[in-house]
Nanobody, 121 residues
Framework: QVQLVESGGGLVQAGGSLRLSCAASGRTFSNYAMNWFRQAPEKEREFVATVSRGGVLADYADLVKGRFTISRDNVKSTVYLQMNSLKAEDTAVYYC??????????????WGKGTLVIVSS
């Protein structure tokens, strides 16, 4: 099992920034690609960003490219999502997820419970 706990969400004005963190415990963190998803009210959960096991490769949803940056610290067993130039449409619950393969379309092995981000316009 891998336990994932997100933090860093909150209320921010449009144009502002937030950094989300996801701390992992349990099995070896570096064995997993790490992902961020989000779910806005009354919408389906959607992919945001993914990072490879070693942190070298990353990929993003088109909606966040150039604004969000995913990174990880395998010593601290933590993955981050730096979110800049936030827009009202970024409002959502953000979830981190661990997967054995770096493929956001595949089933995730473990999920966190999420952290709420509200962007006021």
């Amino acid at each position: 099992q891998v336990q994932l706990v997100e933090s860093g969400g909150g209320l921010v004005q449009a144009g502002g920034s937030l950094r989300l963190s996801c701390a992992a415990s349990g099995r070896t963190f570096s064995n997993y690609a790490m992902n961020w998803f989000r779910q806005a009210p009354e919408k389906e959960r959607e992919f945001v960003a993914t990072v490879s096991r070693g942190g070298v490769l990353a990929d993003y949803a088109d909606l966040v490219k150039g604004r969000f940056t995913i990174s990880r610290d395998n010593v601290k067993s933590t993955v981050y999502l730096q979110m800049n130039s936030l827009k009202a449409e970024d409002t959502a619950v953000y979830y981190c997820a661990a997967s054995r393969v770096m493929d956001p379309s595949s089933a995730m092995d473990f999920w966190g419970k999420g952290t709420l981000v509200i962007v006021s316009s």
